[in-house]
C-alpha cells in the first residue's frame, strides 16, 4: 500500500520540481524531470514485476516467471485492481501444470477480479473448462467453452476448444 502512495507522491514531486525548473529559465531540466514523473506514473499503473512475467511466459520460461510473480508480496494491498486480476491470472497459468484446484481458484479469483482484455477472459475460461472437464463437470465445461466462443473475437482460441470438445466426449 505504502508503494503506491510513495510512487504517486515521487510523480508530483518531479512534476513540480520541474515547473520549478521551466520557471527557474532550465527548460530542458524540466522537460527530463516531466519525463521521469511519467515514468513513475506509468509504474504505478503497469508494475513491472507483472509486466515482466508476461515477458517470461511469452519465452516459456516458466521457472523464472514463477520466481518473479513469488516476489510480489500481499498483492491486495500492493497493487491496482487491474494488476491483481493479471496477478491471479498468471499464477493461475503456472499452477495450472502441478496443482488445478489451486489454478482454479486463481482463475476464479482473476475473474471476478476483473480482467481487462476479453481474449484474457476467454483464456481463463477455457483453463477453467479443461479443470471441469478434468473433474468431470460436463456441463458447467459446456457453459463455460460457450462462453469461450463468445469473448474470443478473433478465433484464436477455436483448435483448443476443438480439442477440449474431443476430450468432453470420452466423458
Known sequence: ???KFLRIFLSLLSFGIAI???VDGAIGNGISLILLSLVILLSYFRNERILLAFWYIRKNKFPKAQKIL???KKPEESLTKGQEAYYYFLNGLMRSQTNM???ESLMRKALNTGLRMKHD???AKLNLAGIAIAKRKKREAMVLMSQVKELDERGMLNEQV???KQQ???I
Open 121 to 123: 477472459q476467454a483464456m
Open 162 to 164: 476443438k480439442m477440449l
Open 168 to 170: 468432453m466426449k470420452r
Open 1 to 3: 500500500m505504502i508503494y
Open 20 to 22: 520549478w525548473q521551466f
Open 70 to 72: 513469488d516476489g510480489i
Open 101 to 103: 484446484g489451486k489454478s
